[in-house]
């Protein structure tokens, strides 16, 4: 005999459940000889070894949440596998207490206005933290971001993060995330100039590049010139015209380029066919002003993830490209290691459409 219960989403103490098994058919209990006693029990239910999460907002808009571990693997950094709807209240109970680490939680708001929201917070000792705020939408740079892309090749979106969850497997710690000001970001006159060293390669393959600019561009940083010694000298496309990216640096060294129309390009196949494919980037990386510029990004081609495709196929060791940059430094000529002789590039057919991008469908 198998007794079901469901997932009980409420967040409560530690309570009781009797119950008493019997036959309830008069019919039956014919079968059953009168001396027979019907077995009852009670049963202590004790809160989960995780943390459950409620989310509720004051709109009638569609918003959503989603959790990022800290230090996963970039090409798929979303935790959590709750699946989002417009219902309000959403739930998590992803993180469990066997699964320490730093998390966090970010809010995909959809293009919708600002909005009031609250995190109802209950802990496998039985106690309950709220914690409320309200999330900006015309003031998006003042959040951390995130990219996440839990719904397949070629959905990606902004989520922007609300908290930090410390989980040291015994308990969780949880902590706001207020909204930035300008002290939070870091100078742009600093950033602005050349930059240069290793970049767009993969671990295994080096190209140094002349042509990293980064400008700036009402008060923010613009990157411009990542990946194109790889573009040009490895994937053999031309790069036809392009656009430099935003690129948030905030003061604590934490670099975000949200994902952003790069690059059109031009490839001739085998058979003479001439195909224009739009690219676009996203990334993450770290700033020191004594040590330069680390930065780990993706190239989508509408669809198709080339250091994630190079990742696959055993082409790379890790499954994002890299730039490890320098300023002030400008090199003469690229230089190109050779492609492994096994190298096959997929035939990729691709039309010229600039999408709109932060779009949910």
Request: some cysteine.
């Amino acid at each position: 005999m198998w007794i079901v219960t469901y997932q009980d989403t409420e967040i409560e103490a530690v309570n009781n459940i009797a119950f008493k098994i019997e036959v309830q058919s008069l019919a039956e209990k014919y079968l059953l000889h009168p001396d027979n006693v019907f077995p009852s029990a009670e049963v202590a239910v004790h809160p989960p070894r995780c943390l459950d999460i409620h989310f509720t907002w004051d709109s009638d808009d569609d918003i959503d949440f989603v959790i990022f571990k800290d230090g996963e693997t970039y090409r798929n950094p979303a935790f959590s596998d709750m699946g989002a709807t417009s219902a309000s209240t959403e739930v998590d109970n992803s993180i469990t207490l066997s699964k320490v680490g730093t998390y966090y939680v970010g809010i995909l708001h959809w293009d919708a206005p600002s909005f009031g929201y609250t995190f109802t917070l209950g802990k496998p000792d039985a106690t309950t933290e709220t914690i409320t705020g309200t999330f900006t939408s015309d003031d998006l740079k003042a959040y951390y971001v995130d990219n996440f892309d839990g719904w397949g090749a070629g959905s990606v979106y902004p989520s922007y993060r609300v908290l930090k969850i410390v989980n040291d497997g015994t308990n969780f710690t949880v902590t706001k995330y207020n909204p930035l000001t300008s002290a939070d970001y870091t100078a742009v006159a600093g950033l602005v100039g050349t930059w240069s060293g290793d970049d767009g390669a993969l671990p295994n393959w080096s190209y140094t590049t002349t042509t990293v600019e980064i400008t700036d561009v009402d008060g923010y940083s613009n990157i411009y010139g990542l990946n194109e010694g790889w573009m040009n000298d490895f994937w053999g496309e031309t790069i036809l015209e392009g656009n430099p990216v935003e690129m948030i640096v905030y003061s604590n060294g934490d670099v975000v380029i949200p994902y952003t129309y790069y690059w059109t390009t031009e490839f001739i196949n085998a058979e003479s066919d001439t195909i224009i494919s739009d690219y676009y980037i996203y990334g993450v990386g770290t700033y020191d002003a004594g040590t330069g510029l680390h930065l780990e990004y993706e190239l989508d081609q509408e669809g198709f993830f080339c250091a994630s495709w190079a990742y696959d196929n055993n082409y790379s060791g890790s499954p994002y490209f890299y730039a490890d940059l320098t300023k002030g430094k400008q090199f003469i000529q690229m230089e190109a290691k050779t492609k492994p002789v096994d190298f096959i590039k997929p035939e990729i057919k691709t039309k010229h459409i600039k999408k709109e991008i932060i779009k949910k469908y």
